[in-house]
């Protein structure tokens, strides 16, 4: 994986121009090859308010990038913003148990998702999103990913 920092990342970290877009991508270039994704999006997150707000996403047609919205408690944000855990779903069953936009994620194709959450400092800043189809994310690809918190970390606080 370091190899794919300093090709596809560094690069995007060091140009001046388009920031923080150009990190995002790249970081959605990294997790294509890191796990595999069908949709992808970058969100964070302002725990004192309350609140997330998407930073990033590869279908902005469906998922687009504005405003913020209200964190809600339940098994999803237990896992992802208390644990500092990674959220694994396998099944559009799973995905519908913690996010009401299931049917929206199922027309896209999608039925398996991971949040793996970016911490700093000791605080959930945010978290990377990935979507596949049904069964896709195996506990390998899961380890895998947490390959994508130090460049998630770097785009979130850009």
């Known amino acids: 994986m370091s190899e794919q920092l300093d090709d596809i990342f560094i690069p995007a970290m060091q140009n001046g121009c388009e920031q923080p877009a150009g990190m995002f991508h790249a970081l959605h270039t990294l997790a294509d090859q890191a796990v595999g994704v069908k949709l992808f999006t970058i969100t964070a997150y302002d725990l ?4 997330s707000e998407r930073r990033y996403t590869n279908m902005p047609d469906a998922y687009p990038v504005s405003g913020t919205k209200p964190l809600s408690p339940g098994k999803w ?8 855990e ?15 936009d299931h ?29 596949h189809e049904a069964g896709h994310y195996t506990p390998s ?11 998630g970390a770097v785009c979130l606080l850009s």
């Open 48 to 51: 004192e308010k309350g609140v």
């Open 86 to 100: 990674t959220f694994v779903a396998n099944t559009i069953s799973e995905i519908a148990e913690v996010f009401n």
């Open 103 to 131: 049917a929206l994620i199922h027309s896209l194709g999608c039925a398996s998702v991971i949040n793996v959450p970016v911490i700093v400092g000791g605080r959930n800043i945010g978290s990377i999103n990935c979507l």
């Open 141 to 151: 690809r899961v380890q895998a990913a947490q390959f994508l918190k130090i460049p």
């Open 77 to 84: 944000s237990t896992i992802v913003l208390e644990r500092h």
